[in-house]
C-alpha cells in the first residue's frame, strides 16, 4: 500500500477508518472503502487516473480551454518498443487459392490530443518521504492539458531542471538534494608513485 499502513482487522489499510461496508452477496467487510479504492487506483495505475481525470475534465484543456475530447492523431501502431517498427498486416482479395491477392498496409492506432499532467512536477518532490510525496499522485495534482500545452510547459519545467541542476552542481554537499548526489570519480587501480609519466 502507499500509505504503509498496517493492516488491522475491520480498518480500511488506505485511510486507518473503521470499514463498515460489505460484499452484497456473503456480506463479508470489504478490504477498503469505496472512495479509498478510487483514490488507490488513481495512484498506482495511469489508465485509472486518466479515465478519473477524463470524468471531471471531459477532455477540455485547463490552459486554452478548447475541447479535445474527440480530437485524435493517428500514429503507426509500433510491434514493440524496441525495434519501433510499425505492424504490417496484409488484405486478402479473391476467391480461392489460385487467385488471392494481398495487399499489406500499415496499421494505424488513434491517439487522443489531451495529456494528463501534474500540477506540481513530481521532479520537485522527489527528495520528499513516500508518505508526503503519495499526495502528488492524488487526483487533486492532476489537470488536462491540450498538446501544445502540454509541450510548452515540459519545455519550461525541463528548463527550470536544468538551473536547478546547474545551481545544485558546485553547491556543498549539505545543501545538495538526495537525489543529486554528486558522482564519485572511481581511480585507476594504481598508486600514485606507480602511475606513468604522461598520466600524472
Known amino acids: 500500500m502507499a500509505q504503509h499502513r498496517p493492516h488491522a482487522p475491520g480498518k480500511c489499510p488506505w485511510c486507518g477508518l473503521e470499514q463498515t461496508e460489505r460484499t452484497p452477496v456473503r456480506k463479508l467487510l470489504k478490504h477498503m472503502h469505496a472512495a479509498c479504492q478510487a483514490e488507490l487506483d488513481v495512484v498506482k495505475g495511469a489508465g485509472y487516473a486518466r479515465w478519473h481525470v477524463f470524468k471531471r475534465d471531459h477532455g477540455i484543456c485547463a490552459k486554452c480551454g478548447d475541447d479535445y475530447s474527440q480530437m485524435h492523431r493517428f500514429e503507426p501502431e509500433h510491434r514493440d518498443r524496441i525495434t519501433k517498427l510499425p505492424t504490417i498486416s496484409y488484405d ?9 491477392v494481398r495487399i499489406p498496409y500499415t496499421a494505424l492506432r488513434a491517439v487522443s490530443l489531451w495529456h494528463v499532467d501534474h500540477k506540481v512536477p513530481l521532479w520537485k518532490v522527489r527528495h520528499m518521504p513516500p508518505l508526503e510525496r503519495v499526495v502528488y499522485f492524488k487526483l487533486a495534482n492532476l489537470v488536462t492539458l491540450c498538446d501544445d500545452c502540454h509541450s510548452r510547459k515540459t519545455g519550461k519545467e525541463a528548463a527550470d531542471r536544468e538551473k536547478v541542476r546547474k545551481s545544485v552542481k558546485g553547491a556543498p554537499k549539505q545543501t545538495r538534494f538526495k537525489w543529486q548526489k554528486g558522482r564519485k570519480l572511481q581511480g585507476r587501480g594504481f598508486q600514485k608513485g606507480q602511475r606513468t609519466m604522461r598520466g600524472r
Open 92 to 100: 486478402t482479395y479473391g476467391w480461392g487459392t489460385k487467385h488471392e
